[in-house]
């Protein structure tokens, strides 16, 4: 009884989309579309390639401005301190197990309020999430 049931199902549904498209002579196959429409214009050529080019201006690097590294080993630890002109700015530590970590200078807490402010210049440690 749901074997004749089923075949009637599966025939009716090969049997409807046809009979819809032929259906309806006068209707055309091709879609409308409205009689304003405007070309789109053609794609200019790209210009011939060169194998030269254009040179950028060579700018002087001021050895000041150079970042110094001084790699120090500590253990299995590698401990690398950034210097701009002299003065520390950042220091990245490499331990044996876990991921590097950077300890950079606070600029806010460079001047100290009053005498009695303890801490050193340091902002906490830091530790790379994202990388692009």
């Known amino acids: 009884m ?3 049931q089923l075949i009637l199902i599966v025939s ?4 409807l989309p ?6 309806h002579p006068q209707q055309s196959k091709k879609p409308k579309h409205p009689d304003n429409l405007i070309p789109l214009p053609e794609v ?4 011939p390639e060169t194998d030269s080019s254009p040179l950028l201006p060579e700018i002087p690097v001021d050895p000041e401005l150079e970042t110094e590294v001084t790699i120090i080993k500590r253990g299995e630890d590698i401990i690398e301190e950034h210097r701009v002109n002299g003065e520390l700015l950042m220091i990245k530590v490499i331990p044996r197990i876990g991921p590097p970590y950077y300890l950079k200078k606070n600029p806010i807490r460079s001047h100290h309020d009053h005498a009695g402010e303890g801490g050193i210049d340091v902002n906490p440690p830091m530790w790379q999430i994202l990388r692009f």
């Open 2 to 4: 749901y074997l004749y």
């Open 12 to 15: 009716l549904c090969s049997i």
């Open 18 to 23: 046809a009979m819809a498209e032929s259906g």
């Open 44 to 47: 200019p050529e790209l210009p």
